[in-house]
């Protein structure tokens, strides 16, 4: 990197503001190039301050009043901050006017034009890019805003709280003036203009008001809002039953853009959501994406208060609302369709996402300590593996204990930015219990290995359970984890056992049912289990209680009785799981000593018996025929080889086809002939989910390719027809080009249609991937700025391509990273999620390694680089 060194930002040095703003008005002259912002504010010095420093960035500075009076001469500007010379005053009022230019946005942070509207995202810096201001979450401020445009070209103008004034003016313009009744912080702040047409919807609380619902969308979209609104309404109802928690504002609105750099944003009652988490109807959306609207929309609107009423007193810390409202999504998803399914699809995203993110050399904590580019910590990290530590709450607590403690989190801590200490101290106090060691899951980073080791003894008929946890990369300073294990046990014949503990003066014990929590606390404990007549199976770490990865060594003959006859869902798929990486494992280290390929007896016995198992749930059977992943895979190994991984994978694949044809073509048409118009419902999404699964082992064969064709063909649903496409797309065959080429020329109008036909090509293992993905990127509708389209190509190859992007000469690495450099200049926050793939390439071979570091040399070099990159690319690199 060229420039400077960016500063790093540490918990450490955190104090707090020495101004308060009581108000805020705010009025844009919305124009492409000249949009113009006064910002009005009323202003208390808190502490006798000489000079007030705001910040800003990328802004035209026109005027800087005070008390009325001109100081723009006297203020000195940086590029990053306005440091404006205060008089005696107390309490006074600052009017500063800006121009910005919307058009020239392509980092679509603050306020920027897209299709032809006006958007704002300002979480986590970027009001500072729209008017100065001190642009940090505790600064809580009541907010009004005025929005002057021209009313040809924007015939919708929107801000946050309630609509108070609207008119005409001169010359076709006309304003709406909105005003928030509640205090925020600025990164909350959002305004939209535009021509956009709305649905309209009421939902009437539990205190008997009427809320105005509405989703803004472009014109051409509005057939496709349906399902977001049902979700909408669905999260309101859950949230009033499950937490007690009821809207507040007499509005609250969606809209629906193709240009943003987040999933959704929830601006106090006018959120801010990428089309991708709006937009829906059976033809054109998937399954998963009906899931991923319904989820979405419950996240952004739960912020209403775990994220809005009460916010973040800093980035630092962020996990406070995120996590915090990630679990309250996953837990709304699963009410709405299965908690078992839910859970397990949770669990698989963690390891495959998270577990390698606290692998690497971005590695850090819920609570991160420090920063260089805040943009950089929206991550698996904080949001994910914070919903996990917010279920360990859940699960110590019980759900009467954590709806205690969550009541009074919101009866203390309302309209308030607090840390993440409030959350954990009224969970603490509600349910009168110590939860201090919940401290340490906050600040330290690495996922925890919990060793478990098993002794009975026959004689004195016991079962003696002894837990060690440890984070490796922690070595000496790693401090024992509060840490929720459920446990069951089993008979051979499957007979779930009445558990008598002998406590030995543990209280950390608890007995429901015939399965136990255990909250371990020590580096190593151990629980003893009496009246065991015989060697019981152990089902272990049952819902997947703590974000751990587990070293507990069972047998074959085990993991097939628990496969067959546990209670728990979660440990049904992990057994599946576990011995399938076993098959895994056994042939990677075959076919890296030139032995033949075999799979198990008991392996086989119990894919065949999950395959033939009628009575188990249609989505449990997907889940549990479905192979470990290879991102997975490979986080089991020190040293990732990525051909032995790859051939393994496809080899198992195939053989089990040779084995099971029978039954997969059987389950394959019974499901086929079931399908009806589509529903959005649990069973049908189950069988599809089944249906798809069979289908993309049968078409790991040459002559089952036709099968591909076929659904491809009469499907009436995009689950079935991207299903049938994506299957098709790891062949060479003619049916390949023949379905991408019709799939392109139906859907081309379609943008978010066409991000999944650029997903496929780019996640597809054909021998030339990374060709094919080069041609992508020169495809007329590709584009640069729009945030979506990169990461259906740039960031799925990344992820998603071994062999493309590992392609043993380098060349993917390479292309990679010229594609971060020329990202970085247009939009540095996309640029740094695309970066990501690069950060392991410690954990591959040594010729690879080379060539990885060699291209991260390269961006690192490169004559101008973001904050956003830079940080990410010299923390690989070791870079101090």
Same mark, same amino acid.
């Given at each position: 990197?060229?420039?400077?060194?960016?500063?790093?930002?540490?918990?450490?040095?955190?104090?707090?503001?020495?101004?308060?703003?009581?108000?805020?008005?705010?009025?844009?002259?919305?124009?492409?190039?000249?949009?113009?912002?006064?910002?009005?504010?009323?202003?208390?010095?808190?502490?006798?301050?000489?000079?007030?420093?705001?910040?800003?960035?990328?802004?035209?500075?026109?005027?800087?009043?005070?008390?009325?009076?001109?100081?723009?001469?006297?203020?000195?500007?940086?590029?990053?901050?306005?440091?404006?010379?205060?008089?005696?005053?107390?309490?006074?009022?600052?009017?500063?006017?800006?121009?910005?230019?919307?058009?020239?946005?392509?980092?679509?942070?603050?306020?920027?034009?897209?299709?032809?509207?006006?958007?704002?995202?300002?979480?986590?810096?970027?009001?500072?890019?729209?008017?100065?201001?001190?642009?940090?979450?505790?600064?809580?401020?009541?907010?009004?805003?005025?929005?002057?445009?021209?009313?040809?070209?924007?015939?919708?103008?929107?801000?946050?709280?309630?609509?108070?004034?609207?008119?005409?003016?001169?010359?076709?313009?006309?304003?709406?003036?909105?005003?928030?009744?509640?205090?925020?912080?600025?990164?909350?702040?959002?305004?939209?203009?535009?021509?956009?047409?709305?649905?309209?919807?009421?939902?009437?609380?539990?205190?008997?008001?009427?809320?105005?619902?509405?989703?803004?969308?472009?014109?051409?979209?509005?057939?496709?809002?349906?399902?977001?609104?049902?979700?909408?309404?669905?999260?309101?109802?859950?949230?009033?039953?499950?937490?007690?928690?009821?809207?507040?504002?007499?509005?609250?609105?969606?809209?629906?853009?193709?240009?943003?750099?987040?999933?959704?944003?929830?601006?106090?009652?006018?959120?801010?959501?990428?089309?991708?988490?709006?937009?829906?109807?059976?033809?054109?959306?998937?399954?998963?994406?009906?899931?991923?609207?319904?989820?979405?929309?419950?996240?952004?609107?739960?912020?209403?208060?775990?994220?809005?009423?009460?916010?973040?007193?800093?980035?630092?810390?962020?996990?406070?609302?995120?996590?915090?409202?990630?679990?309250?999504?996953?837990?709304?998803?699963?009410?709405?369709?299965?908690?078992?399914?839910?859970?397990?699809?949770?669990?698989?995203?963690?390891?495959?996402?998270?577990?390698?993110?606290?692998?690497?050399?971005?590695?850090?904590?819920?609570?991160?300590?420090?920063?260089?580019?805040?943009?950089?910590?929206?991550?698996?990290?904080?949001?994910?593996?914070?919903?996990?530590?917010?279920?360990?709450?859940?699960?110590?607590?019980?759900?009467?204990?954590?709806?205690?403690?969550?009541?009074?989190?919101?009866?203390?801590?309302?309209?308030?930015?607090?840390?993440?200490?409030?959350?954990?101290?009224?969970?603490?106090?509600?349910?009168?219990?110590?939860?201090?060691?919940?401290?340490?899951?906050?600040?330290?980073?690495?996922?925890?290995?919990?060793?478990?080791?098993?002794?009975?003894?026959?004689?004195?008929?016991?079962?003696?359970?002894?837990?060690?946890?440890?984070?490796?990369?922690?070595?000496?300073?790693?401090?024992?984890?509060?840490?929720?294990?459920?446990?069951?046990?089993?008979?051979?014949?499957?007979?779930?056992?009445?558990?008598?503990?002998?406590?030995?003066?543990?209280?950390?014990?608890?007995?429901?049912?015939?399965?136990?929590?255990? !909250?371990?606390? +020590? #580096?190593?404990?151990?629980?003893?289990?009496? $009246? %065991?007549?015989?060697?019981?199976?152990? &089902?272990? =770490? @049952?819902?997947?209680?703590?974000?751990?990865?587990?070293?507990?060594?069972?047998?074959?003959?085990?993991?097939?009785?628990?496969?067959?006859?546990?209670?728990?869902?979660?440990?049904?798929?992990? !057994?599946?799981? +576990? #011995?399938?990486?076993?098959?895994?494992?056994? $042939? %990677?280290?075959?076919?890296?000593?030139? &032995?033949? =390929? @075999?799979?198990?007896?008991?392996?086989?016995?119990?894919?065949?018996?999950?395959?033939?198992?009628?009575?188990?749930?249609?989505?449990?059977?997907?889940?549990?025929?479905?192979?470990?992943?290879?991102?997975?895979?490979?986080?089991?190994?020190?040293?990732?080889?990525?051909?032995?991984?790859?051939?393994?994978?496809?080899?198992?694949?195939?053989?089990?086809?040779?084995?099971?044809?029978?039954?997969?073509?059987?389950?394959?048409?019974?499901?086929?002939?079931?399908?009806?118009?589509?529903?959005?419902?649990?069973?049908?999404?189950?069988?599809?989910?089944?249906?798809?699964?069979?289908?993309?082992?049968?078409?790991?064969?040459?002559?089952?390719?036709?099968?591909?064709?076929?659904?491809?063909?009469?499907?009436?649903?995009?689950?079935?027809?991207?299903?049938?496409?994506?299957?098709?797309?790891?062949?060479?065959?003619?049916?390949?080009?023949?379905?991408?080429?019709?799939?392109?020329?139906?859907?081309?109008?379609?943008?978010?249609?066409?991000?999944?036909?650029?997903?496929?090509?780019?996640?597809?293992?054909?021998?030339?991937?990374?060709?094919?993905?080069?041609?992508?990127?020169?495809?007329?509708?590709?584009?640069?700025?729009?945030?979506?389209?990169?990461?259906?190509?740039?960031?799925?190859?990344?992820?998603?391509?071994?062999?493309?992007?590992?392609?043993?000469?380098?060349?993917?690495?390479?292309?990679?990273?010229?594609?971060?450099?020329?990202?970085?200049?247009?939009?540095?926050?996309?640029?740094?999620?695309?970066?990501?793939?690069?950060?392991?390439?410690?954990?591959?071979?040594?010729?690879?390694?080379?060539?990885?570091?060699?291209?991260?040399?390269?961006?690192?070099?490169?004559?101008?680089?973001?904050?956003?990159?830079?940080?990410?690319?010299?923390?690989?690199?070791?870079?101090?």
């Amino acid at each position: 990197m060229k420039n400077d060194t960016p500063v790093v930002h540490y918990l450490s040095d955190y104090q707090a503001p020495e101004f308060e703003f009581n108000a805020l008005y705010l009025t844009f002259d919305l124009k492409t190039t000249e949009t113009i912002v006064i910002n009005q504010m009323q202003v208390k010095n808190l502490s006798n301050q000489t000079h007030l420093i705001l910040d800003g960035e990328n802004l035209k500075l026109l005027s800087v009043l005070l008390e009325g009076e001109e100081l723009i001469q006297l203020c000195q500007q940086t590029q990053e901050n306005l440091i404006i010379p205060l008089t005696s005053q107390s309490e006074f009022e600052l009017i500063i006017k800006t121009e910005i230019a919307p058009e020239k946005n392509t980092a679509l942070e603050g306020l920027y034009r897209t299709s032809g509207n006006y958007c704002t995202q300002c979480e986590a810096e970027g009001f500072r890019k729209i008017t100065y201001f001190m642009d940090r979450p505790d600064v809580l401020t009541l907010f009004t805003t005025k929005i002057i445009a021209d009313k040809t070209e924007n015939a919708v103008l929107l801000s946050n709280g309630n609509l108070i004034e609207s008119g005409e003016l001169a010359d076709n313009r006309h304003y709406a003036i909105w005003e928030d009744p509640f205090k925020k912080p600025c990164y909350l702040f959002a305004l939209v203009a535009g021509n956009l047409e709305c649905i309209q919807d009421t939902f009437r609380t539990a205190d008997n008001r009427d809320v105005d619902l509405r989703i803004y969308v472009e014109p051409k979209n509005i057939d496709k809002c349906e399902h977001a609104m049902t979700s909408l309404k669905k999260s309101m109802q859950w949230d009033e039953e499950r937490f007690g928690l009821i809207y507040d504002l007499d509005i609250y609105m969606i809209v629906a853009v193709d240009d943003f750099n987040m999933g959704a944003m929830e601006n106090k009652g006018l959120n801010v959501f990428n089309s991708k988490f709006v937009l829906a109807k059976p033809e054109t959306a998937t399954d998963v994406d009906y899931e991923g609207i319904e989820a979405v929309i419950g996240h952004e609107y739960f912020h209403n208060w775990t994220g809005n009423r009460v916010t973040c007193r800093d980035w630092f810390q962020l996990t406070l609302k995120e996590g915090l409202t990630v679990f309250r999504d996953q837990e709304f998803t699963a009410d709405m369709l299965s908690p078992e399914v839910k859970r397990i699809e949770d669990v698989k995203r963690l390891r495959s996402n998270q577990f390698p993110e606290d692998a690497g050399p971005m590695s850090h904590p819920i609570q991160p300590q420090s920063y260089i580019e805040m943009n950089n910590f929206y991550t698996m990290t904080v949001y994910e593996k914070g919903a996990e530590v917010v279920r360990l709450y859940h699960s110590l607590l019980g759900e009467q204990g954590f709806r205690k403690g969550m009541d009074l989190y919101f009866k203390r801590h309302d309209g308030q930015a607090v840390t993440v200490n409030d959350f954990r101290n009224a969970m603490a106090d509600a349910n009168n219990i110590d939860l201090s060691q919940m401290h340490h899951w906050y600040v330290q980073n690495g996922t925890p290995v919990l060793k478990v080791d098993v002794v009975y003894d026959d004689k004195a008929q016991s079962l003696k359970v002894e837990f060690t946890q440890t984070i490796p990369s922690l070595s000496d300073n790693f401090k024992p984890l509060l840490m929720p294990v459920k446990l069951a046990l089993f008979s051979k014949a499957g007979e779930l056992l009445e558990l008598d503990v002998i406590l030995d003066g543990q209280d950390s014990v608890s007995l429901m049912a015939n399965e136990v929590l255990i !909250s371990l606390t +020590k #580096l190593s404990q151990t629980v003893t289990f009496g $009246n %065991i007549v015989e060697e019981p199976v152990v &089902s272990l =770490l @049952r819902g997947f209680t703590s974000p751990v990865i587990l070293d507990f060594e069972q047998s074959d003959e085990d993991l097939a009785s628990l496969i067959q006859f546990d209670t728990d869902s979660f440990v049904q798929w992990e !057994s599946m799981q +576990k #011995l399938a990486l076993r098959e895994v494992k056994r $042939n %990677i280290q075959a076919y890296e000593t030139g &032995s033949k =390929l @075999r799979l198990s007896s008991h392996f086989l016995s119990a894919f065949k018996g999950v395959l033939s198992n009628h009575c188990l749930d249609n989505a449990l059977r997907a889940l549990a025929l479905t192979l470990p992943d290879l991102t997975y895979i490979g986080e089991q190994y020190q040293q990732v080889n990525i051909d032995a991984i790859y051939h393994v994978h496809r080899w198992i694949k195939v053989e089990l086809v040779n084995q099971f044809e029978t039954f997969f073509k059987a389950l394959y048409e019974t499901l086929s002939s079931t399908s009806v118009s589509y529903q959005y419902q649990k069973q049908d999404i189950a069988n599809r989910k089944l249906k798809n699964v069979c289908l993309q082992y049968l078409i790991g064969k040459d002559n089952h390719v036709s099968l591909g064709l076929e659904q491809f063909e009469t499907s009436h649903n995009m689950t079935d027809a991207l299903a049938a496409l994506e299957s098709l797309s790891h062949t060479d065959s003619a049916e390949r080009e023949f379905c991408l080429n019709a799939f392109y020329d139906r859907w081309k109008e379609d943008s978010l249609v066409i991000d999944k036909w650029f997903s496929l090509q780019a996640a597809s293992h054909h021998i030339h991937a990374l060709e094919h993905v080069k041609a992508l990127v020169e495809h007329k509708d590709f584009t640069y700025t729009n945030p979506n389209r990169v990461r259906s190509v740039l960031g799925v190859f990344g992820r998603l391509n071994m062999l493309g992007f590992h392609r043993a000469n380098g060349d993917g690495y390479a292309f990679l990273a010229e594609q971060v450099i020329k990202l970085d200049s247009i939009n540095p926050q996309v640029a740094a999620r695309i970066v990501a793939p690069f950060t392991h390439w410690q954990r591959y071979d040594e010729k690879r390694q080379q060539l990885m570091k060699k291209s991260l040399n390269v961006i690192v070099n490169a004559d101008t680089l973001s904050k956003d990159v830079y940080e990410i690319v010299s923390k690989s690199l070791n870079i101090s």
